[in-house]
């Protein structure tokens, strides 16, 4: 897998649209606070362990997620949206916004009552769909945090542990980014998609399209998300495993927090990108274009140019 | 040496031995006239070549007699079969195929990160990470 470092997500939280009254209360209450962490991520997924550690700092509704491999060789910022970097320099970005549509969560909430985590207080909570454990979230009790996180497969056995290995509640004061330099990705209704509006409890939450010619939607079930993207190109990845599912056949990267997959459809190139369980993987990608031989003529142009 | 207007022939058409062709060569060196008939052989073999190669209608030799057609004829037709196929396969690919962007890992995982994080469901602890890899964590 390549390395790059030292990743930074500059994220820009637009306040709170819908979910279950229970869930988005807890989530909403760390929006305000003011801390740097580092957080240990660990999944464990099909094709093996994947970890990743960053650091993390939040000031008001801004957070800033770094890597912590000061390699120094690419970035990836987002500013209420996203841009890529490269030795620093910034290469492409623009802001994103998302619709008002709302998603009505299936999730349960759950109290686990009060615990301590880093030598504070902290509350635990489990999240429960369909009878099935999903999620137990701890937040800290004073500044809302959500130091801690495992997420679980439909078997429950744990997917991917998050949790805050260091916590400094003082506010980091991040600096401004300039809004003026990124262009804007607000949701479109594109034409000619295939993105159906719902995927076995996930909801279509809103969909774009760049100016590269690839368009995305994105799902959300209110906990777990992910976004399936159509390219004008056979999507590239390093590294990959091969996975079938009925006569389906992808191929498969797992990061530390998300799953990737890419395939072909006759005419497009499609991946999907989340952070959901591996149990759910099957059941959303059969509710999506199939895997299709991209026929004879597109083969003899990529064996001929790439 | 007489004057060997058949080894003339032989030669350009690349049939004499070393010996052979070094022989002819001192001979033409030193006889006018078989000097003369080489360039007129080299004249009219550049001038055969020159002229467009012709498909024969079917039927028009027997079977048998089509056997006694060039093969350098027979080769030339192969050749500009094959170009002008690949020529049109190239140009229907071209048609067909749009030109494309690359795609990578990192454009798709940023631009999720950047949605996911306008979400209400994404907290701190509920990072998108990007596509980068650690090494010897040590949880505390």
Known sequence: ?306 | MSHPSEMISAFLDGELNAQEAAGLKAHLGSCGRCAGELEEFQRVRSAVRSLPLLELPAGLVSGADAELIPLRRHRGVMVGAAAAIVALVVAFAAMLTPPSPTVSIDDLSSRFGARVSLDPAFGPAKVVVPDWETEGIEEE
């Open chain 1, 1 to 306: 897998m390549r390395r790059l470092g030292p990743a930074v997500v500059i994220l820009l939280l637009i306040p709170s649209v819908a979910s279950a009254t229970e869930l988005s209360e807890l989530l909403e209450q760390g929006r305000g606070a003011g801390y740097t962490a580092e957080q240990v991520i660990s999944c464990s997924t099909p094709d093996g362990v994947r970890d990743a550690l960053v650091r993390i700092e939040q000031s008001g509704a801004e957070i800033r997620i770094g890597a912590g491999v000061p390699t120094g060789t690419e970035v990836s910022v987002g500013a209420g949206g996203w841009a890529l970097l490269h030795q620093g320099g910034v290469v492409e970005e623009a802001t994103i916004t998302g619709s008002s549509a709302t998603v009505e969560s299936p999730y349960e909430v759950e109290d686990l009552g009060a615990e301590s985590f880093l030598g504070r207080d902290a509350t635990a909570h489990r999240l429960v769909r369909d009878g099935v454990l999903r999620a137990e979230l701890v937040f800290d009790d004073e500044t809302g945090a959500l130091v801690r996180a495992v997420t679980f497969d439909a078997s429950g056995d744990a997917y991917c542990v998050r949790r805050f290995v260091s916590f400094d509640d003082q506010d980091p004061m991040l600096p401004m980014k300039e809004p003026s330099t990124l262009s804007d990705v607000s949701p479109v209704e594109p034409v000619g998609t295939t993105f159906p509006e719902s995927v076995t409890g996930f909801s279509r939450v809103d969909q774009y399209e760049d100016v590269d010619g690839f368009r995305f939607a994105y799902y959300s079930d209110g906990f777990f998300s992910f976004a399936v993207f159509e390219a004008p190109t056979r999507v590239a990845l390093e590294e990959v495993t091969t996975v079938t599912f009925g006569d389906r056949s992808y191929q498969r990267v797992f990061t530390a927090g998300q799953a990737i997959y890419s395939w072909e459809t006759r005419n497009r190139g499609m991946a999907l990108v989340g952070d959901l369980p591996p149990d759910l993987h099957q059941a959303v990608l059969e509710a999506l274009p199939a895997p299709r031989d991209p026929g004879l003529f597109r083969r003899i142009w990529r064996s001929l140019f790439g």
